[in-house]
């Protein structure tokens, strides 16, 4: 018994202290100059797509519904995270500030969630995807057309407070916050309306709460990814939350494979270094890149690590219960 | 005062009628069976009292709750539980997760404190897991509680859905047509659980069965469907020869 508690205890730590490494790594290497502008740069839309990714899992993965809508997210608080650090607070304060802006640009693209959480009640499937559709490109019309935040010009003036260090504590803000989610009551509520809708209401599940969770959480995470990536980038415009974003991200989620964490990170990562490593080819990139996915949606159609999990993101809890359930 | 009270239910899909006039009072602790022929409404009466279907027309109250436009989950929160003619289990998740599913309504701590993980969220889980193990040990499900539930053989795979329905903790249990797909050996084992959660769990059930060996071995009143109609309703002994029942199933001129 007591050996049990010890190991995974002992593991917990050395995790800990792995994570705090790489902190202090991601704050060292770019101001040491080891790492050039242009690898951080990377690094940071690695990090940033791990986020929309694992987000984007939450409703298409592990819930099952099909949205196409996430970069409508991503815009809302990437707009409004900007008119906020421009706008609002003294630009003398934006280091400090910033994390409370991300918060604030997710709080808004998670209310935008609770909106299309709303339909997905009485429409499911195609059909809720095409209401995701039309949100995104309902997001971006409206943008276009505030003359207050540039239009379609877009809009600039935001300084780079988005560092690797920053994307690096957010993706583990976000993978710790809905890996737990996962693993919780609510969680596996999520889980069973992917398996059976009626059959979850049927055993208690309150389906409604489920889904309203479910999308309120993914949209605050797109939205903060939204939020670091203006202010990797320092300008943004409408056209760069179109369909074809949410679509990049869709391929990441299948890539990496569906109702998995793990599955995200290396989707994400894979896919978007892969893009940079091929940018030698030019506009073929974008053959071979996609090319990649058909080859892996017909071997292995649940993409690399489909409903499955790395050991180290599984709850120790859970592991002892598998030990206990094989002897 | 019944448990359960049914009134004049009828619900229609468009012209057809489904279920018309049902009546149905239940004391605690009976077991009654619904029989008769394909189509004849029965899996829609289930669907009437669960809520997945909104009644046309009829009351249903259980347990002194109305339960006419309630969400499923919501009257199954009042203490009703079903299983389904064609097993509905959540496949690709494990057999304990199917089983902890169950007790979503009865969680008690909040969304927050499951992104964080508190001690607190840790003694609930705890516990859901346990009583999860438990009831899978009733069931002999124990050494399965790892494995996905479409991986189980079909006759575990009754037994599971019968052990989820039980974990919400319901006063009332549904079982649409159980025995269907089993050999006589599952059959008669299937009749000797039904009996038994029914002390153990101090349970009212109602069945829907096809098997007569099942529903004249176990239920004490059996109510017959035809047409969406009730046209007989009594003891076994009496439904047995009763000539409107014998027609509905032989057609006429047998009876």
């Known amino acids: 018994?007591?050996?049990?508690?010890?190991?995974?205890?002992?593991?917990?730590?050395?995790?800990?202290?792995?994570?705090?490494?790489?902190?202090?790594?991601?704050?060292?290497?770019?101001?040491?100059?080891?790492?050039?502008?242009?690898?951080?740069?990377?690094?940071?839309?690695?990090?940033?797509?791990?986020?929309?990714?694992?987000?984007?899992?939450?409703?298409?993965?592990?819930?099952?519904?099909?949205?196409?809508?996430?970069?409508?997210?991503?815009?809302?608080?990437?707009?409004?995270?900007?008119?906020?650090?421009?706008?609002?607070?003294?630009?003398?304060?934006?280091?400090?500030?910033?994390?409370?802006?991300?918060?604030?640009?997710?709080?808004?693209?998670?209310?935008?969630?609770?909106?299309?959480?709303?339909?997905?009640?009485?429409?499911?499937?195609?059909?809720?995807?095409?209401?995701?559709?039309?949100?995104?490109?309902?997001?971006?019309?409206?943008?276009?057309?505030?003359?207050?935040?540039?239009?379609?010009?877009?809009?600039?003036?935001?300084?780079?407070?988005?560092?690797?260090?920053?994307?690096?504590?957010?993706?583990?803000?976000?993978?710790?916050?809905?890996?737990?989610?996962?693993?919780?009551?609510?969680?596996?509520?999520?889980?069973?309306?992917?398996?059976?809708?009626?059959?979850?209401?049927?055993?208690?599940?309150?389906?409604?709460?489920?889904?309203?969770?479910?999308?309120?959480?993914?949209?605050?995470?797109?939205?903060?990814?939204?939020?670091?990536?203006?202010?990797?980038?320092?300008?943004?415009?409408?056209?760069?939350?179109?369909?074809?974003?949410s679509t990049d991200v869709l391929v990441m989620v299948y890539l990496g494979g569906i109702g998995s964490i793990t599955g995200s990170i290396l989707g994400a990562s894979i896919y978007t270094v892969l893009l940079e490593l091929l940018r030698p080819l030019g506009v073929w990139r974008w053959v071979v890149g996609p090319l990649m996915l058909v080859i892996l949606m017909v071997t292995r159609p649940r993409g690399i690590f489909g409903l499955r999990e790395a050991r180290w993101l599984i709850p120790a809890e859970e592991v002892q219960a598998d030990a206990t359930a094989t002897s | 005062m019944p448990l359960l009270q049914v009134k004049g239910l009828s619900h229609y899909f468009g012209g057809l009628k489904a279920v018309s006039d049902f009546n149905l009072d239940m004391e605690p602790g009976e077991l009654v069976g619904i029989i008769g022929p394909n189509g004849a409404g029965k899996t829609t009466v289930f669907n009437l009292i669960t809520g997945v279907y909104r009644p046309t027309e009829g009351q249903i109250w259980f347990n002194g709750h109305n339960l006419v436009g309630l969400q499923p989950h919501q009257i199954i929160n009042k203490g009703i539980a079903r299983t389904f003619q064609t097993i509905r289990l959540f496949k690709d998740l494990s057999v304990l997760d199917n089983v902890r599913i169950a007790r979503y309504s009865q969680v008690q701590y909040s969304p927050w404190s499951s992104f964080l993980h508190t001690r607190w969220f840790g003694e609930e889980e705890r516990k859901i897991r346990e009583e999860a193990l438990r009831l899978l040990g009733i069931f002999n499900l124990g050494s399965y509680a790892q494995a996905l539930a479409k991986n189980l053989p079909y006759g575990e795979q009754r037994r599971l859905e019968i052990a989820r329905a039980l974990a919400t903790k319901p006063r009332l249990l549904l079982l649409d047509e159980p025995a269907a797909g089993m050999n006589p050996g599952e059959i008669k084992r299937l009749m000797e659980l039904i009996q038994w959660i029914r002390r153990e769990f101090e349970l009212t059930i109602i069945l829907i069965e096809h098997q007569m060996r099942v529903v004249m071995g176990i239920c004490e009143r059996i109510q017959v469907l035809d047409f969406g109609e009730t046209i007989a309703e009594g003891k076994p002994k009496e439904i047995q020869n009763h000539p409107r029942v014998l027609e509905a199933y032989l057609g006429k001129g047998v009876a």
């Not at chain 1, 929309?52 to 990437?78: D, K, Q, R, W």
């Not at chain 1, 707009?79 to 280091?95: D, E, I, K, Q």
Request: net charge positive.
């Open chain 1, 1 to 245: 018994m007591k050996r049990r508690h010890t190991v995974p205890l002992q593991r917990g730590w050395l995790v800990a202290l792995l994570l705090v490494l790489i902190l202090f790594l991601s704050i060292l290497l770019p101001q040491l100059g080891i790492l050039n502008l242009y690898l951080q740069q990377v690094i940071m839309y690695v990090g940033i797509n791990i986020i929309l990714t694992i987000s984007l899992n939450l409703v298409n993965g592990y819930m099952g519904e099909f949205s196409v809508g996430h970069a409508g997210f991503m815009a809302i608080g990437a707009y409004v995270s900007s008119l906020l650090t421009v706008l609002v607070f003294p630009r003398s304060l934006g280091p400090f500030i910033f994390p409370l802006v991300l918060v604030l640009g997710g709080l808004a693209a998670a209310l935008a969630g609770l909106m299309v959480a709303l339909p997905s009640f009485k429409t499911r499937g195609d059909y809720l995807a095409i209401v995701t559709l039309a949100f995104n490109m309902i997001i971006k019309s409206v943008l276009e057309n505030i003359d207050a935040i540039g239009g379609p010009r877009g809009f600039m003036g935001m300084s780079k407070l988005t560092n690797v260090a920053w994307v690096y504590i957010w993706v583990l803000l976000t993978v710790f916050a809905i890996r737990n989610f996962v693993f919780s009551s609510y969680g596996r509520g999520i889980l069973s309306i992917r398996e059976d809708e009626v059959a979850a209401e049927l055993v208690s599940v309150n389906t409604r709460q489920a889904k309203i969770l479910a999308f309120v959480i993914s949209s605050f995470f797109a939205g903060v990814a939204g939020g670091l990536f203006a202010h990797v980038l320092q300008f943004i415009n409408p056209r760069s939350f179109t369909i074809l974003k």
